[in-house]
């Protein structure tokens, strides 16, 4: 079974700390993905990879950055976290097929 | 510019009967895909089916069927038999697979999904 596996299923933060997301895929894919959800807004694309060291912003990569030094692993960083970054984050992966597999989401609250 | 459009932010189903939930889309990509998923309250992501833009058939995945009309930009989830545990949100998104834009999802915003015993 293709698992993408997303490192923290609950986090509570503080305003100001750095915050680290990470996600690992098993299926070797070259694309990887980090959203985050709120309610009302759907899901929003953050960052993006489509391979190692590659990286191209989403919709509203602001206050975000990423890192994929590994092709299974790709981690969202929040430099200086802040109460507007509370929100649930999923990871997602897919290779040459159609399918895009998600993580279970981590659910961050930053007070 | 690319979109989905999900009408119905809200439906009731009672047990058994079947359900459809709505998407549009509008893209000027010759070749797509579209995609619908379930997310429980648990949050996690679930793939239920896929339709691409050339496929002869609609798709089905056991009780899930797409209702895809191209002419019509239209790409409608069909659940039948609806069981408790369909509760959810249901989420459509496409992707476009021109050079420059097959990487990324365009989502709906969903429509959440109650079943009535």
């Known amino acids: 079974d293709v698992k993408v596996t997303q490192s923290s299923r609950y986090l509570v933060k503080r305003t100001g700390e750095k915050v680290f997301l990470e996600c690992v895929q098993d299926?070797?894919?070259?694309?990887m993905f980090w959203y985050r959800q709120d309610p009302g807004l759907g899901l929003r694309l953050i960052y993006f990879?489509?391979?190692?060291?590659?990286?191209e912003k989403g919709d509203i990569p602001e206050g975000y950055s990423v890192s994929r030094e590994k092709k299974e692993r790709f981690s969202l960083i929040l430099e200086s976290a802040s109460t507007n970054q509370t929100s649930m984050y999923l990871c997602?992966?897919?290779?040459?097929?159609?399918?895009?597999?998600f993580g279970e989401g981590s659910w961050l609250t930053v007070v | 510019a690319q979109k989905i459009t999900q009408t119905q932010p809200g439906m009731f189903v009672q047990e058994k009967e079947a359900v459809t939930l709505d998407c549009t889309y509008d893209?000027?990509?010759?070749?797509?895909?579209l995609f619908w998923y379930k997310q429980p309250s648990s949050g996690e992501m679930i793939f239920l089916i896929y339709?691409?833009?050339?496929d002869q058939q609609n798709a089905t995945e056991g009780r899930y069927s797409l209702n895809f009309q191209k002419a019509r930009k239209s790409a409608n989830l069909v659940i039948s038999a609806s069981q408790l545990g369909d509760s959810a949100m249901y989420f459509c998104?496409?992707?476009?697979?021109?050079?420059?834009?097959?990487?990324?999802?365009?989502w709906g915003l969903g429509t959440s999904l109650a079943v009535n015993p």
């Open positions: 997602a992966s897919t290779g040459s097929g159609n399918t895009i597999y």
């Open positions: 299926m070797d894919h070259e694309n």
């Open positions: 990879s489509y391979d190692v060291k590659m990286k």
């Open positions: 893209t000027s990509d010759p070749s797509y895909g």
């Open positions: 339709q691409g833009s050339y």
């Open positions: 998104a496409m992707r476009g697979y021109n050079a420059g834009n097959n990487r990324k999802l365009i």
